[in-house]
C-alpha cells in the first residue's frame, strides 16, 4: 500500500502561482511513475503531467509552459508548480502513482494509488 498525500491548494488569482506538494509514505526511488490529475466539477478527470523514475517529464498540452512537475526522490515528494494560472485551472488536482511500467489489476485511469485531492480555485 501507497499513502500520497496532497497539500498546497487554495484559492488564487488569474495570473498568479501556486505549488502543490504529494507526499508518498514509500519511497519514491521504487515508484515507476508520479503524476498529477485534475478534474473540474462536472467534467472527467484528466492527466495534467507525470514524472517517471528515469527521469521521463510530460506536461500535457493545456499546462504546458505554465505547469512544472518535479520529483525530490530524498523527501519522497513530488511537486506541482502552478503558474499563470487561469479560471480553467480550477479543479481539485490529484497526486497519483503507478509502481511498476504496467499498471495493476485495480488501477484507475492508468495509475495504482491515489491521494485525496487538494482543491484549486482560480479567480478572474
Known amino acids: 500500500q501507497v499513502q500520497l498525500v496532497e497539500s498546497g491548494g487554495g484559492l488564487v488569482q488569474a495570473g498568479g502561482s501556486l505549488r502543490l506538494a504529494c507526499t508518498s509514505s514509500?519511497?519514491?526511488?521504487?515508484?515507476?511513475?508520479m503524476g498529477w490529475y485534475r478534474q473540474a466539477p462536472g467534467k472527467q478527470r484528466e492527466l495534467v503531467a507525470t514524472?517517471?523514475?528515469?527521469?521521463?517529464?510530460d506536461e500535457t498540452d493545456p499546462v504546458k509552459g505554465r505547469f512544472t512537475i518535479s520529483r525530490d526522490n530524498f523527501r519522497n515528494t513530488v511537486y506541482l508548480q502552478m503558474n499563470d494560472l487561469i479560471p480553467e485551472d480550477t479543479a481539485v488536482y490529484y497526486c497519483?502513482?503507478?509502481?511498476?511500467?504496467?499498471?495493476?489489476?485495480?488501477?484507475?485511469?492508468?495509475?495504482?494509488?491515489w491521494g485525496k485531492g487538494t482543491l484549486v480555485t482560480v479567480s478572474s
Open positions: 514509500r519511497s519514491i526511488f521504487s515508484i515507476n511513475s
Open positions: 497519483a502513482a503507478r509502481i511498476a511500467t504496467i499498471p495493476g489489476p485495480h488501477s484507475n485511469y492508468g495509475m495504482d494509488y
Open positions: 514524472s517517471t523514475s528515469g527521469g521521463t517529464i
